[in-house]
Antibody
C-alpha cells in the first residue's frame, strides 16, 4: 500500500521560505509516476501547486511558478517543496500525493490517487 | 478562482440520490478526462472516480460519474450519513497546462 507523509515547520514568517518534505513508502519513486503537491487554505478549496517526475522533470502551477521549487531524492524515496517569499495568503494545509498524468486516446488523464494526511502551515510573524 | 464550477451545496434524505455538477470548458472537461474526490471533515481528499466513470478498488458502486460535452456529473445513490463530505471534480486544463480542481460541493444528509 502506497503511503505518503508530509513533514516540515508548521509556522513560517512572512517573506521567508516554506519548506516541506514528503516521504513515500510502499512504492519506489524511481519506478515512475509524477509526485505532486496540493494545498487547501482554511475553509477553502483545493489548489494544485506543482508536480515532479521521478527523473526530475517538473510541472508548476503558473500562478506560483516564480516562487516555487520542487525536487526529488530517489535515494531517500522522498520529494520536497520550497515556496519562497511567503505571505499570509500561503497559509494552508499542504498535501503531497501520487499524481497520475497520462495521455489516453488524445485526452489527458490527470488525478491524484494516493494522498498524505496533510500538514498545516501558518504564515505569521 | 477555479475554472471548474460546482454548486456550493446539495442535500437529500438518507437513501435518496444526489447529483453534483461540474461545469468547465473545451480546454479542460471538454477534451480531457474528469475525476472526483471525496473529502470527509478533517481528512485528506480521497479519489472516488477517474477516467470520467471508473471507480478505484474499494469504492462502492453507489458512486458514479459521467461526462457530456464541457460538463461532468457525480451521482451518489442510497445516500448515507457517512457520505456527508465535500466533493471536488478535477481534470487537466490544456490552456493553463496544469491540473485544476472544481470549487467544491458540500453534501448534507438531512
Amino acid at each position: 500500500q502506497v503511503q505518503l507523509q508530509e513533514s516540515g515547520p508548521g509556522l513560517v514568517k512572512p517573506s521567508e521560505t516554506l519548506s516541506l518534505t514528503c516521504a513515500v513508502s510502499g512504492f519506489s519513486i524511481s519506478s515512475g509516476y509524477y509526485w505532486g503537491w496540493i494545498r487547501q487554505p482554511p475553509g477553502k478549496g483545493l489548489e494544485w501547486i506543482g508536480s515532479i517526475y521521478h527523473s526530475g522533470s517538473t510541472s508548476y502551477n503558473p500562478s506560483l511558478k516564480s516562487r516555487l521549487t520542487i525536487s526529488v531524492d530517489t535515494s531517500k524515496n522522498q520529494f520536497s517543496l520550497k515556496l519562497n517569499s511567503v505571505t499570509a495568503a500561503d497559509t494552508a494545509v499542504y498535501y503531497c500525493a501520487r499524481h497520475i498524468q497520462t495521455g489516453l486516446q488524445l485526452q489527458w488523464e490527470d488525478y491524484f490517487d494516493y494522498w498524505g494526511q496533510g500538514t498545516l502551515v501558518t504564515v505569521s510573524s | 478562482q477555479s475554472v471548474l464550477t460546482q454548486p456550493p451545496s446539495v442535500s437529500a434524505a438518507p437513501g435518496q440520490k444526489v447529483t453534483i455538477s461540474c461545469s468547465g470548458s473545451s480546454s479542460n472537461i471538454g477534451n480531457n478526462y474528469v475525476c472526483w474526490y471525496q473529502q470527509l471533515p478533517g481528512t485528506a481528499p480521497k479519489l472516488l472516480i477517474y477516467e470520467n466513470n471508473k471507480r478505484p478498488s474499494g469504492i462502492p458502486d453507489r458512486f458514479s460519474g459521467s461526462k457530456s460535452g464541457t460538463s461532468a456529473t457525480l451521482g451518489i445513490t442510497g445516500l448515507q450519513t457517512g457520505d456527508e463530505a465535500d466533493y471536488y471534480c478535477g481534470t487537466w486544463d490544456s490552456s493553463l497546462r496544469g491540473n485544476v480542481f472544481g470549487t467544491g460541493t458540500k453534501v448534507t444528509v438531512l
